[in-house]
């Protein structure tokens, strides 16, 4: 089973609906991601969170609203979303600091499959 | 430009036999770490194998061998015995430097196994 939870598994939503993708994780990890992929494509990556605090955005549109309640929890908010922005959404936690025993390895959810009709 | 690259997008493999994934990468820090992930069609991204850069010896996990050329920037993963539960999408990653100076890690395209019986 994997230690990162992500929550719904599948989404469909409509263009002028607003959802939220969950994720929690509970390994303390102090870093966590959003990643974007399309079928058959390497996962794109969208944001990372360290301690709670957003350290990257590689240039995300808007209409994904990320958001880190606390330590373990993890959320992006979707609004007035594109057919383009179908999508699975993978989330990953990781140690903050990598050390000589850590290898800085990311560990995936199941990610949620988004439809956007 | 690419820094990692997979460059075969399918391969077959006979069930029991062993197989080559291929992975270059392209890096001026002399410190990174090479991954490999399997996901299967649920979704999920599923760690492998790690190498460092300084480590000397090359990694090993089970049936999980990684093959590291340091001066050729290669870190191929051999798969020996496969299984039919080896049939997934398989993606080579780099971490340059460590996180705290802002790295990320980058993903290769991917190659798709199909193990036959």
């Known amino acids: 089973d994997t230690e990162v939870t992500q929550t719904p598994k599948h989404l469909v939503m409509g263009m002028t609906n607003k959802k939220s993708l969950k994720c929690e994780q509970h390994?303390?990890?102090?870093?966590m991601y959003w990643y974007k992929q399309k079928a058959k494509k390497p996962p794109e990556l969208m944001f990372v969170?360290?301690?709670?605090?957003?350290?990257i955005n590689e240039s995300v549109p808007s209409r994904f609203s990320p958001e880190c309640p606390n330590s373990s929890l993890l959320n992006l908010h979707l609004h007035a979303l594109q057919p383009e922005d179908s999508a699975l959404y993978l989330c990953?936690?990781?140690?903050?600091?990598?050390?000589?025993?850590?290898?800085?390895?990311?560990?995936f959810g199941e990610g949620s499959r988004l439809t956007v009709l | 430009a690419q820094k990692i690259t997979q460059t075969q997008p399918g391969m077959f493999v006979q069930e029991k036999e062993a197989v080559t994934l291929d992975c270059t990468y392209d890096?001026?820090?002399?410190?990174?770490?090479l991954f490999w992930y399997k996901q299967p069609s649920s979704g999920e991204m599923i760690f492998l194998i790690y190498?460092?850069?300084?480590?000397?010896q090359n990694a090993t996990e089970g049936r999980y061998s990684l093959n590291f050329q340091k001066a050729r920037k290669s870190a191929n993963l051999v798969i020996s015995a496969s299984q039919l539960g080896d049939s997934a999408m398989y993606f080579c990653?780099?971490?340059?430097?460590?996180?705290?100076?802002?790295?990320?890690?980058?993903f290769g395209q991917g190659t798709e196994l199909s193990v036959k019986p």
């Open positions: 890096t001026s820090d002399p410190s990174y770490g």
């Open positions: 990653a780099m971490r340059e430097g460590t996180y705290n100076q802002g790295g990320k890690l980058i």
């Open positions: 990953a936690s990781r140690s903050a600091w990598v050390g000589a025993s850590d290898t800085g390895e990311l560990f």
């Open positions: 969170y360290s301690y709670e605090k957003l350290s």
């Open positions: 390994m303390g990890h102090r870093a």
């Open positions: 190498q460092g850069s300084y480590d000397q």
